[in-house]
Nanobody
Framework: VQPVESGGGSVQPGGSLGLSCAASGYTDGIRCMGWFRQAPGKLREGVAR????????YIDASVKERFAISQDNAKNTVDLQMNSLKPEDTAMYYC???????????????WGQGTQVTVS
């Protein structure tokens, strides 16, 4: 399984960006797709996740009012829509696939290369 992110870039505070994650390979075995981010000098954190098993979603409380995650069936991607962006949202954003569960604590075995989001 190989996730590939797209859609990062630079935006002014208050702006919006959409990220997409396309997974290739044994996608039938995927139990969860997640978006993570890591800012310079900080630990990586989970932002949002989507389960193709039951179409459930989860958004971290820190971004819940501004971010949304969804699956685009036409493009076969899992998308992260980010609105009202703040400078503290600046980070490298990663897409990952989990073959076991949707828990942040389980093994996210497959990772994309990341896409940079800069808010300034």
């Amino acid at each position: 399984v190989q996730p590939v992110e797209s859609g990062g870039g630079s935006v002014q505070p208050g702006g919006s960006l959409g990220l997409s994650c396309a997974a290739s390979g044994y996608t039938d075995g995927i139990r969860c797709m997640g978006w993570f981010r890591q800012a310079p000098g900080k630990l990586r954190e989970g932002v949002a996740r989507y389960s193709p098993v039951d179409s459930s979603t989860y958004i971290d409380a820190s971004v819940k009012e501004r971010f949304a995650i969804s699956q685009d069936n036409a493009k076969n991607t899992v998308d992260l829509q980010m609105n009202s962006l703040k400078p503290e949202d600046t980070a490298m954003y990663y897409c990952a696939a989990n073959m076991v569960s949707c828990s942040w604590l389980s093994t996210w075995a497959y990772w994309g290369q990341g896409t940079q989001v800069t808010v300034s």
